[in-house]
């Protein structure tokens, strides 16, 4: 798919139908487009199928007649798996009168918000990319925060496993967003290294810094949130334990309780039971049987329910 646009009093803005905008973007190019785009563009084949590979790590390459730049941003959001969260590489090819973006999948790359951004030239769209991506990042790792929350108001009481499931989905995911945004903050700081070399402005270098700034609040809180969920995986784990050690602690007791009663009805099943209490009348002799077996679970019951409670919790 083959997009154009142009800046247009700072705002990023759709050319129409035929013509031709200093913003070029491919998304899924096929291969007459890959062919265009090597044969008459220049552009280095490897470096193209860099720009579709989701494993490649984001770059700098300086080429004869243009710089290519792959950067790392995170896929949208799918309704059908909210607990999925992926990133894709992007290739930026800046040359003297356009830059040429080549992306795996169609997805937004410019903020669309009434307020221009900063950066009006072919180097300064570089940057609206990167900044877009940044805050991508952002609004993706407020909402883990937020669906984490719900998780873990949920995972004390849950009895299934898809609570935990979904913890792992977000640790797979930030773990993923982390290698990102810090493969995106290393490519910050070449560009700003080779700034006079890329063509920046005064006020892009500004702009730069700002990116810069925030990139680095993303990698800060997808670790922080990958140490939360982690804690929060292990005190699952601890109160999964403790409760089945309070289950087990229960049956233990439930079942010294009915041993000795076990015996006693035993007994008196028996035929001896019933010439023992011969010349009672056998209501009353049943009925002094329930309350022997009465007393001794009562009194098996007093001896066994401290078992395992610390001394300190007894005394009260």
Not at 57 to 85: C, D, G, T, W
């Amino acid at each position: 798919m083959f997009k154009c646009y142009d800046l247009v009093d700072g705002r990023v803005r759709r050319c129409p139908d035929g013509q031709l905008g200093i913003i070029q973007v491919y998304s899924n190019p096929t291969d007459e487009e890959k062919l265009y785009l090597v044969e008459q563009c220049g552009i280095d084949e490897h470096t193209l199928n860099s720009a579709l590979d989701d494993d490649e790590i984001s770059r700098v390459e300086y080429e004869q007649n243009h710089v290519a730049v792959i950067m790392k941003r995170p896929r949208e959001i799918q309704l059908e798996n909210m607990m999925a969260f992926r990133v894709f590489s992007l290739g930026a090819f800046l040359f003297k009168d356009r830059i040429i973006v080549v992306q795996a999948e169609a997805s937004s790359l410019f903020e669309h918000g009434k307020t221009p951004l900063r950066g009006n030239s072919i180097p300064g769209v570089l940057l609206r990319l990167l900044y877009h991506a940044t805050q991508h990042f952002l609004q993706h790792l407020r909402l883990i925060r937020n669906i984490s929350d719900e998780i873990e108001k949920k995972i004390e009481y849950a009895v299934t496993n898809k609570s935990m499931v979904n913890v792992f989905s977000f640790q797979k995911s930030l773990i993923y967003y982390e290698s990102a945004t810090r493969a995106n903050l290393l490519l910050l700081g070449r560009l700003r290294d080779d700034c006079r070399r890329i063509g920046f402005q005064e006020e892009e270098l500004e702009f730069l810094e700002d990116i810069a700034i925030e990139n680095k609040q993303c990698d800060n809180l997808a670790r922080i949130y990958t140490e939360i969920l982690t804690g929060m995986t292990d005190a699952r784990r601890t109160i999964a334990s403790n409760n089945l050690s309070n289950i087990m602690k229960l049956l233990a007791i439930i079942n010294i309780v009915f041993m000795p009663l076990t015996v006693i009805t035993g007994l008196g099943g028996m035929s001896e039971f019933t010439m023992m209490t011969e010349g009672l009348w056998w209501p009353h002799a049943y009925a002094g049987l329930v309350v022997v077996m009465a007393v001794v679970s009562l009194v098996t019951y007093l001896l066994v329910r401290d078992i395992g409670t610390p001394r300190n919790r007894r005394k009260r």
